[in-house]
């Protein structure tokens, strides 16, 4: 009997804490924070980063723990940016300034990520004062995060600094200033990737100032066959204005979701601007803005045109 009611009891207090026992909460994980907004304050995201580098960040992050020099610190926020962390990265370039004030890589950096977040005069201020730290001081081949497929640097500290200060400027649409910066840029290097790079936008900044002239003449050193290592996107578009291909050659190129696409494409939009066909360069544009390489130049650009033109 004694046992019977022992088991009677241990049974009805097994039924009672499952009655009281709180229920489980799902799990649910938090939103990611958006890496950057557009002009028109829509989110965007970070892609997912691959496991090689995830690999390349640590490494760098332990490089710069244990020898906290510039350049560490420099590929530590590189490889942070190329996460889509642009916040963060951004944090540690301005430590770099206030740790390291006189050098212009910190200033370079920094604008290029304020231009991914659309804080054009964050950019430029950035920009200009980059340009006073490299006044007198000997340019050098700058290298790259994320190397080309014969993994040869194709630009300059000096060529960098005022391709992104002319890049800024022309976000905002200030063109003159635009138009002095780039052509700054193109004087930095006779690398024909940075030639046909600085003269895309040479162009097209002459085009929008309705300086047809002067943007012809821009095109003096495009050649229908140039050594060009990176930079063929800019080529392509260097060719159609110049007339040595038509358009069909660049709109048969395809619609990867690239930032490559995206500068050919805005090439082609803008040549319909100047035709006076702004129906279909609308089109391109917002074929651009309805890709995933919301930090390419061709899409932030693209965005701002679509502002001004609706």
């Known amino acids: 009997m004694n046992k019977l009611i022992l088991l009677l009891c241990l049974s009805l207090n097994f039924m009672a804490c499952q009655e009281t026992a709180p229920p489980k909460k799902e799990q649910i994980s938090p939103s990611p924070k958006p890496a950057a907004y557009s002009l028109s304050g829509k989110p965007f995201y970070a892609a ?55 050098d212009a890589r910190f200033y370079r950096h920094r604008g290029h990520r304020y231009i991914s977040i659309r804080k ?7 920009y200009l004062k980059a340009t006073e730290l490299i006044q007198g001081q000997p340019n050098a081949v700058e290298p790259d995060g ?24 022309y976000l905002k649409h200030d063109f003159p200033n635009a138009l002095a910066a780039y052509e700054k840029c193109l004087a930095t290097s006779s690398n024909p990737d940075n030639v046909v790079s600085a003269t895309h936008w040479l162009y097209m900044i002459n085009r929008r100032m309705n300086q ?25 578009t260097n060719l159609l204005y110049k ?20 500068a050919i494409d805005y090439g082609i939009g803008n040549w319909y601007l100047y035709n006076k066909d702004t129906v279909k360069a609308k ?18 650009a693209a965005e701002k045109d679509l502002m001004v033109l609706k």
């Not at 089109?283 to 932030?300: L, N």
């Open 146 to 169: 994320m190397p080309n497929a014969q993994n040869i640097p194709v630009s300059t500290l000096h060529g960098n600094i005022y391709y992104h200060l002319g890049l800024a400027y």
């Open 120 to 126: 054009f005069d964050l950019a430029i201020t950035d």
């Open 212 to 236: 047809t002239d002067a943007a012809d003449k821009v095109l003096d050193n495009i050649q229908l066959e140039m050594p060009i290592i990176e930079n063929q996107a800019y080529h392509q």
């Open 243 to 262: 007339g040595l291909i038509d358009l069909t050659t660049l709109l048969d190129n395809g619609d990867g979701d690239t930032p490559s696409n995206d």
């Open 283 to 300: 089109a391109h544009f917002e074929k651009i803005v309805s890709r995933s390489s919301w930090s390419s130049f061709g899409y932030i």
């Open 48 to 102: 997912k980063s691959s496991e090689k580098l995830l690999t390349k960040f640590e490494n760098h992050k332990n490089n710069y723990e244990g020898h906290p020099t510039a350049d560490n610190l420099i590929w530590y926020a590189r490889f942070m940016a190329y996460q889509g962390r642009y916040d963060e990265a951004i944090e540690l370039y301005t430590k770099g300034i206030q740790k390291f004030p006189k």
